[in-house]
């Protein structure tokens, strides 16, 4: 059920977490090396392109500075000018006439001398415009320029310059190709970092999962141990201290189970024993019968209180926000005092009411009610006869206390930190001749806590036993 459960569970690779990661480094590093990739080149491509711009004009403008003059333009005339120029580094020079005509031409596979010239770039520069285009094709920079002839504002011709440099493409295809050797490299080696991380990462929230699981199945002594100091370190201490208090939380209520189990087992054996016993003895007297079925009701009444008190606790644990009001505790005491008079006297015990005024909390009445009424009770109820309980209600600063005490025989210290537990008692078989459930202390406990108060006990010097309950103190602008 288990294997089945996980494998239910199981997350694909391509939905998985590790993916995810993977996929976004990779394409973080595939972004970052396209970048890479294209801007040196297009930087590159550009400044060749300037270069190659600056010198064209250059020479153009040593060409047509020397080709101007007032006789014209002849073929011979241009030869011998350029001639002694010497202009060898160009793979064509091209001269027109005005009217476009070809009077001197450099090139060897496509000589257009006494044609006319049909370039766009010449056909320009005879309007009297500096022409200049370059590109980058077929693993070779192919660079045009063209420029007027101007002699006193009258254009004479035209110049057109043709270079084709495969020496600095070379440079720039090598540029490229270590660029996209590094690249991949860098590519290859972030891939299998991210790997690396990511099953670093995932591999400690499989750890957090497995530990989840096992919870899941009831192992809540499951802990995770993971170094670090990171978020994933902090999250599997806050998954410890969850377990820690699910294991306390089962320990209590696997015990509340056991203890109410053989709360409830007692009384209903003891009735089941005094039937069985009635049922058995047809010729019992009536006198006897009566005593039965009177014990029967004891034992009854005593599952009663029992059922009561445990359907008060398991409201509080799962009772939903209360409507909170300010209320007068003094008011609340008088009330319980007034019930518990006939059991007082019953057992010869004096009540003292010594209240404060202005003791106002924010609770409802019903939970301070709860709260005196079992504290009181119990002084009551175990107290010796001709005992004396004490309650004295006053304010300290932002606080309302609450204090009752007793002169019984008291409570052991060992027993102190135990007796607001579920079931627990000091003097088991004093507090089932009185009537005791062991969830009086416990109802008050978790009442005070829903409250936001605290409740203690310690022993009253020379006897007996004293009860301390805080509560926040209503502002006097909230008391009614």
């Known amino acids: 059920m288990s294997g089945a459960s996980e494998t239910e569970k199981w997350v694909p690779f391509w939905r998985s977490l590790q993916s995810r990661f993977i996929l976004s480094f990779g394409a973080l590093i595939a972004a970052l090396l396209l970048f890479l990739n294209i801007y040196p080149i297009v930087t590159s491509e ?54 476009g005509k070809v009077l001197y031409d450099t090139s060897e596979v496509d000589n257009a001398r006494d044609r006319y010239a049909l370039l766009w770039e010449v056909v320009s520069a005879l309007k009297g415009n500096d022409v200049f285009r370059s590109e980058y094709r077929d693993g070779a920079f192919r660079s045009r320029a063209a420029a007027p002839i101007l002699y006193r504002g009258m254009t004479q011709g035209a110049v057109y310059l043709y270079e084709y440099d495969r020496q600095q493409a070379e440079m720039l295809r090598d540029l490229q190709s270590n660029l996209r050797n590094i690249s991949i490299v860098v590519c290859v080696a972030a891939l299998a970092f991210s790997v690396l991380i990511s099953k670093a990462v995932t591999r400690r929230i499989a750890v957090l999962l497995r530990g989840i699981r096992s919870v899941r199945e009831g192992e809540y002594s499951h802990r995770v141990t993971m170094a670090g100091g990171d978020e994933l370190a902090l999250l599997a201490g806050e998954f410890n201290e969850l377990t820690d208090r699910l294991q306390t939380t089962e320990e209590v209520r696997r015990r509340f189970v056991s203890d109410a189990s053989h709360e409830l087992k007692t009384p209903l054996a003891s009735i089941r024993l005094l039937t069985d016993s009635i049922l058995q003895n047809g010729d019992m007297d009536p006198d006897t019968a009566r005593e039965f079925v009177s014990d029967i009701g004891d034992e009854a009444e005593r599952l009663t209180r029992i059922t009561e008190k445990l359907l008060t606790l398991t409201r509080m644990d799962t009772a939903p926000p209360r409507n909170v009001a300010p209320v007068d505790v003094a008011r609340v005491i008088r009330k319980v005092e007034h019930m518990l008079a006939p059991l ?137």
């Not at 153009?60 to 120029?85: F, M, P, Q, R, Y």
């Not at 309302?400 to 627990?424: A, H, M, N, Q």
Request: hydrophobic fraction near 35%.
């Open 344 to 480: 007082a006297a019953a057992v010869d015990v004096t009540v003292e009411l010594e209240l404060g005024t202005d003791c106002v909390v924010r609770s409802t009445e019903d939970d301070l009610y709860q709260i005196a009424f079992n504290l009181m009770e119990n002084a009551v109820k175990y107290d010796l006869p001709g005992g004396r309980v004490r309650v004295e209600l006053s304010t300290e600063g932002d606080q309302v206390v609450l204090r009752v005490e007793d002169t019984g025989v008291g409570i052991p210290e060992e027993d102190l930190p135990k007796i607001f537990d579920r079931f627990y008692r000091v003097d088991k078989a004093r507090s089932r001749e009185a009537g005791g459930t062991g969830l009086g202390l416990s109802i008050v406990r978790d009442a005070v806590c829903q409250n936001g108060g605290t409740v203690e006990a310690r022993r009253r010097e020379p006897e007996g036993t004293c009860f301390e309950v805080r509560f926040p103190r209503c502002g006097k602008e909230e008391t009614p």
């Open 46 to 99: 550009d400044l060749v392109f300037q270069s190659k711009q600056d010198a064209l004009w250059r020479q153009a403008d040593i060409i047509t500075s020397t080709l101007a003059g007032g006789e014209g333009l002849t073929a011979e005339g241009v030869e011998a000018n350029l001639t002694k120029l010497g202009v060898t580094s160009l793979d064509r020079v091209l001269v027109t006439d005005p009217s």
